[in-house]
């Protein structure tokens, strides 16, 4: 049985408020605000929806709640040039309500999994960048987990070098990037012995 407190016409008003602000932002607009008030709507209007298996549609794969949204977007008058970064800015939020508001066995049958919510990967990914940032800034020496660190960034970063954008180079940074390619590989085989 679907969940319903409110009707789905009245959710479509709050997200439409919401989309069209966001396009359309008053100065003073917290934005992050309007995204969840918008992603709130979303979340709410999920359980207005039902899979093919009869459960309430929380993961939004139906097709009915796709063409709702569509819909959305359309009443809001979004660009289509802005929607998939609106879509992008949604997801976020609209993940962490649906785990937040919805049951944990409802979630399962709806396909998530006890996985990091978009705010724990975020942080997460900071954490690691963080990290890396302090590998290479630091100038001790490197032990245990950080050398294998090092050498895979090491080994990543030079990977994505192609000698046409090193012959690309002025001249004076050509020859710099020769010799430290030299350096590096001079490193490396001191290393490996």
Do not use: C, K
Not at 49 to 71: E, I, K, M, P, Q
Not at 85 to 101: F, K
Not at 161 to 167: G, Q, S
Request: no cysteine.
């Amino acid at each position: 049985m679907p969940h319903r407190d409110r009707s789905l016409d009245a959710i479509r008003d709050d997200a439409v408020g919401a989309l069209r602000a966001l396009v359309h932002p008053d100065a003073d607009a917290d934005l992050t605000r309007l995204r969840r008030r918008a992603a709130s709507a979303l979340v709410e209007a999920r359980g207005h929806f039902v899979t093919r298996n009869g459960t309430l549609d929380w993961s939004g794969r139906s097709h009915a709640y796709h063409a709702f949204v569509g819909d959305l977007f359309s009443e809001a008058n979004i660009p289509r040039e802005l929607t998939p970064t609106i879509q992008a800015s949604l997801r976020y939020h609209t993940g962490n309500l649906v785990r937040e508001s919805v049951a944990e066995d409802d979630l399962a049958v709806a396909g998530f999994h006890r996985t990091a919510t978009p705010r724990e990967r975020s942080a997460e990914r900071r954490r690691r960048r963080s990290e890396t940032v302090a590998l290479v800034e630091s100038g001790g020496p490197l032990s245990g987990d950080d050398v294998l660190r090092a050498l895979t960034l090491a080994q990543s970063v030079l990977t994505r070098l192609d000698t046409h954008a090193i012959r690309a180079l002025p001249a004076r940074e050509r020859r710099d990037a020769t010799v430290a390619l030299r350096h590096l590989a001079d490193r490396a085989a001191e290393l490996s012995d």
